[in-house]
Nanobody
Framework: QVQFVESGGGSVQPGGSLTLSCIIP????????????VGWHRQAPGKERELVAT???????YYGDSVKGRFTISGDNAKNTVALQMNNLQPEDTAVYYC???????????????WGQGTQVTVSS
């Protein structure tokens, strides 16, 4: 099992900024996974889960279309940390944000994914 320590959620006015942080305690991700993508998903009330941003074992980043140009993800595989800088937040960004990791664990043949508990982000005036 993988554990997560998420922080940084809160309330902000439109146009404001927040930074989400996630620490994955324990063994280094490269020692657990052959390949992986760590990052953030979100879910707003009444909506499906949405990929926000991820970074893989090689440092390659991916962003959902709705956050491109506004959010920046950064990861430190040596420290098992990932952060999401969110700028120009809008009401439609209101959601529970989950730190996630998905990939192939060493010695296995199927991809798996793990989700944190989530942290609330609310954008309103």
């Amino acid at each position: 099992q993988v554990q997560f320590v998420e922080s940084g959620g809160g309330s902000v006015q439109p146009g404001g900024s927040l930074t989400l942080s996630c620490i994955i305690p324990g063994n280094r991700l490269n020692n657990l996974f052959v390949k992986f993508e760590v990052g953030w998903h979100r879910q707003a009330p009444g909506k499906e889960r949405e990929l926000v941003a991820t970074v893989n074992e090689d440092g390659k980043t991916y962003y959902g279309d709705s956050v491109k140009g506004r959010f920046t993800i950064s990861g430190d595989n040596a420290k098992n940390t990932v952060a999401l800088q969110m700028n120009n937040l809008q009401p439609e960004d209101t959601a529970v944000y989950y730190c996630t990791i998905g990939g192939r664990r060493w010695g296995t043949t199927r991809d798996v994914d793990y989700w944190g508990q989530g942290t609330q982000v609310t954008v309103s005036s």
